[in-house]
């Protein structure tokens, strides 16, 4: 046993003598004390033959011996590696980097986040609804009743295992949820995906886009609502658009209108865009239904308010001359690849 102590001593000299100074020594090091057929291996193989009332003994030696060697090991490896930080020949420092490809905004968030900026600096705050909205919200709250024609205008996907839910059909349902949830002065902004069952086609999708506004305080007028869209159409279109209201009927605001802008594919020439009338709709609005307020208990004789919704495919159309729904949600990179903004 003695023999073995004074050993391990010898050992432990020839470990420390041991100046591996390239990788590949490291390596040769490595097998010659660590490896499996290595002498700590071997060393270690003396334990069975140490007496039994000395085991503990050997064996904290033995422990030690190992640790010695495997933090000889570290060192070594670590003024020799073979690692990129400490071998700097082996790197070719003109080698160009590696290319990134970067991807760009969908141009319908682009066009969102555009169009949400111009009513954050007017005020507005964004809210948001789910998707999956039940019958109250989406329609009923909005003053069209279950025998409303109009709910017919907008083809719904209803969720089969509860008649009362559906996809929302428009962002008015966000309307409905902001009332509820707040008082007057309620001033948001609410972009969303809505949902209906149409043929896709260049013209029509299942699913699209909306932007819903919604202003109610005391005394807003209607006004305030032409301002604020003619506003909005300045900043978004460029100031030589031009805007014209025209009479409309949606059940959720009275009076009603549509908003028409100047074509800008034709500047108001007349072409396929616009039907040669020079002009293009782009959004439907109003003032907020009475019965739509107190629905909320929001007291109509006090409040008044405005609201519209827009299209936000229809936006990108006109902006980006798409010509094709489909386009933006094949996610086809040749499309999608042209936009590029830092919005
Ligand atoms: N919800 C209407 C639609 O989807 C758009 C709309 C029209 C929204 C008038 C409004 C509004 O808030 O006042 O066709």
Redesign the pocket.
Known sequence: MENLLQQLELYKKEITAETANTPEAVEAFRIKYLGTKGLLKAVMGEMKNVPNERKKEFGQLLNEFKQFVELRYETLKSQHSTTADNNNEKIDWSLPGDNFTVGTRHPLSMVRNQIVSIFQRLGFAIAEGPEIEDDWHNFGAMNLPEDHPARDM?DTFYINQNPSWLLR????SV?ARAMEKQKPPIRVICPGR?YRNETISARAHCFFH?I???YIDENVSFADLKQTLYFFVQEFFGKDTKVRFRPSY?P??EP?AEMDISCLICGGDGCTVCKHTGWVEI????MVHPKVLENFGIDSNKYTGF???MGVERICQLKYRVNDLRLYSQNDVRFLKQFTSVV
């Open positions: 907008q059909t428009h962002t008015s309307q809505v909306q819903e506004g919604l949606f959720f605001t009603s959004l439907g609005s109003g609201a519209f919704g």
